[in-house]
């Protein structure tokens, strides 16, 4: 239990975030389509250096998958990933409604 809402955390943590949002909306919207960093900086209006960290987040967690070709490296979103993280966050909905004692001893 306890490695599970650890990564549930780190979900959460890592959807904390607009442009983090808005990496996973320009690439999930199309799915044919591939960015590399510098574009995805110039659609969020954002510095380079701050693309690449966002995208380093979402990459640590698993739903950006890279693809090098030449001296760029194009994101596209990991759907299984990205199904598998929903389904943690609906079971957390889940047992948040389930009854427990208020040690957070349940399961």
């Known amino acids: 239990m306890k490695g599970e809402l650890n990564q549930i955390v780190q979900i959460f943590k890592a959807l ?6 808005k990496i996973i909306k320009l690439l999930a919207s199309n799915m044919k389509e591939t960015l590399y960093v510098s574009e995805v900086a110039k659609k969020l209006n954002i510095s380079q250096s701050a693309a690449s960290q966002q995208i380093k987040i979402l990459k640590n967690i698993g739903i950006l998958e890279e ?3 030449g ?23 889940i047992k ?10 349940c399961s």
């Open 71 to 93: 001296f760029r490296v194009y994101y596209t979103i990991n759907t299984d990933i990205m199904f598998k993280h929903k389904k943690e966050i609906d079971k957390l909905f």
């Open 16 to 21: 904390g975030d607009t442009n983090r949002l």
């Open 67 to 69: 693809n090098r070709i």
């Open 96 to 105: 948040a409604f389930e009854k427990c004692k208020y040690d957070f001893k």
